[in-house]
C-alpha cells in the first residue's frame, strides 16, 4: 500500500503539471482517479493527502481537489517582477499589491529592477535562467521597439516558467498574458472633458518608446476626429525614454521648453503622457509667462502625487486603489493553478482639479 500511493502521488504531480498547461484546475474525482490508475480508493485518498500536506492540491469537501499552483519545495513558489524602479511614482503601490496578494496564495515575489533598459533586462533574465522561478511579471522595457530579449523569455516559457506582462507587453510575444490600462479609452476621457470646457486647440505629449505612448496617441487622435476636431501635426510632441531619465536624474527640462516654444503656442490645452510630465511642464510654462489655467489647461494620467503639487493641482486619471498589482498577482496565480485567464485592460477614473477649471 505505501509503494502505492507514493507511486500515485508522483503520477499525479505529473498529472497537475499537465493539467495547469491545459488550463485545467481540478483532479478527477477519486472514483475516476481509481478506474483511471487501477488502484483502490483508499490508495488514492492517501496519494491526495500527501499532495494536500507538500501544498500542491486544496481538498474541499463535497467539490473535489483543487490544484493550488504551489510546488512541494517552498522556496520554488518565487515570481520574479521585473519593474522600471521600485521608488516614488507610481511603483511602491503597485509592488505592494502584489506582494501581497502572492503572499495570501503562498507565493513571494521577488522585484528586479531593469531601469527601462533592455541591456539589464537581459542579465536578469539570464540570472533567472540559472534557477527559474514559476513565473515572471515583467514591465516591458522600451516596449514598442523590438526586444532583443525575446530568445530569454522563450528559454525561460520553456522551462516551465509562466510570463505576464504589466503595464504593456511585446507585441513578438502575442501568446502571453498582460494587465494594462486602457490607454485608448483614458485619452477619451481626456479630450472629451477638455471639449467640454470650450477647448478644440489641443496638444499632446506623449513617449514613442513605450507601448503606452502610441495607445495614448491613438486614443487623442481618434477622439479629436469623432468630434471633427483637427489633430495638426505640430500640435504633437514626443519624447524618449532618455528623456525622462534626464528629466528625473537631473532635472533637465530642455526637451519640454522646446515643446512650450513650437508645438503649444496656438494651443489652449494639452494632454500629458503622465502626471511627471505634466509636473514639469507647468513650471516651463510659468517660465514662459503664462497665466495658468487660464492660458493653457492641462491633463494627464496617474494621479500620482505630483497631480497634487502646491503649484497646481492636474486633472488626471486614476484606477480604483490596488487595482493594477492586485489584478496582476490574482492573474499569475490563476495561471498556475491551471485557471482560465485572459489579459486585461483596466479602465481609468477622471479626477478633476484645478488645471482643467477657469
Not at 505629449?205 to 477622439?223: N, V
Not at 522646446?258 to 490645452?269: G, R
Amino acid at each position: 500500500m505505501a509503494i502505492k500511493y507514493k507511486w500515485l502521488a508522483g503520477r499525479l504531480k505529473e498529472l497537475i503539471i499537465n493539467y495547469i498547461e491545459m488550463g485545467i484546475n481540478k483532479l478527477p474525482s477519486e472514483g475516476e482517479l481509481a478506474l483511471r490508475y487501477k488502484v483502490s480508493r483508499q490508495t488514492v485518498r492517501l496519494s491526495l493527502s500527501l499532495l494536500e500536506k507538500d501544498g500542491l492540491i486544496e481538498k474541499k469537501h463535497g467539490s473535489g481537489s483543487y490544484i493550488t499552483g504551489l510546488t512541494a519545495d517552498s522556496a520554488g513558489n518565487t515570481i520574479g517582477i521585473l519593474i522600471f524602479d521600485k521608488s516614488d511614482y507610481i511603483y511602491p503601490g503597485v509592488l505592494n499589491d502584489i506582494q501581497k496578494t502572492l503572499s495570501q496564495s503562498g507565493f513571494s515575489g521577488k522585484v528586479f529592477v531593469t531601469g527601462n533598459r533592455t541591456f539589464t533586462e537581459r542579465e536578469i533574465l539570464l540570472k533567472l535562467l540559472e534557477n527559474p522561478p514559476r513565473g515572471i511579471i515583467a514591465e516591458g522595457c522600451k516596449s514598442t521597439l523590438p526586444n532583443p530579449n525575446l530568445d530569454l523569455y522563450h528559454k525561460l516559457m520553456k522551462k516551465g516558467c509562466a510570463v505576464l506582462f504589466l503595464h504593456n507587453y511585446y507585441s513578438a510575444l502575442d501568446k502571453c498574458l498582460y494587465v494594462k490600462d486602457d490607454n485608448i479609452a483614458g485619452s477619451t476621457l481626456l479630450v472629451n472633458h477638455l471639449i467640454k470646457q470650450g477647448h478644440t486647440a489641443i496638444g499632446g505629449i506623449f513617449k514613442f518608446d513605450d507601448l503606452q505612448g502610441p495607445e495614448r496617441f491613438q486614443g487623442f487622435t481618434q477622439a479629436m476626429q469623432a468630434c471633427h476636431l483637427p489633430v495638426p501635426d505640430e500640435h504633437i510632441s514626443w519624447f524618449n525614454s532618455n528623456d525622462l531619465e534626464k528629466l528625473i536624474n537631473y532635472k533637465d527640462t530642455r526637451f519640454l521648453k522646446k515643446i512650450v516654444e513650437e508645438s503649444l503656442d496656438s494651443c489652449t490645452a494639452v494632454i500629458c503622457y503622465n502626471d511627471m510630465i505634466a509636473y514639469f511642464l507647468i513650471k516651463e510654462l510659468k517660465l514662459a509667462g503664462y497665466n495658468l489655467p487660464d492660458d493653457m489647461a492641462i491633463a494627464a494620467f496617474d494621479n500620482t502625487y505630483l497631480s497634487n503639487s502646491g503649484i497646481l493641482t492636474v486633472t488626471t486619471l486614476s484606477h480604483n486603489p490596488h487595482e493594477m498589482g492586485t489584478t496582476a498577482a490574482q492573474m499569475m496565480i490563476g495561471k498556475l493553478k491551471g485557471l482560465p485567464v485572459i489579459s486585461q485592460e483596466i479602465p481609468w477614473k477622471l479626477n478633476i482639479k484645478e488645471s482643467t477649471t477657469t
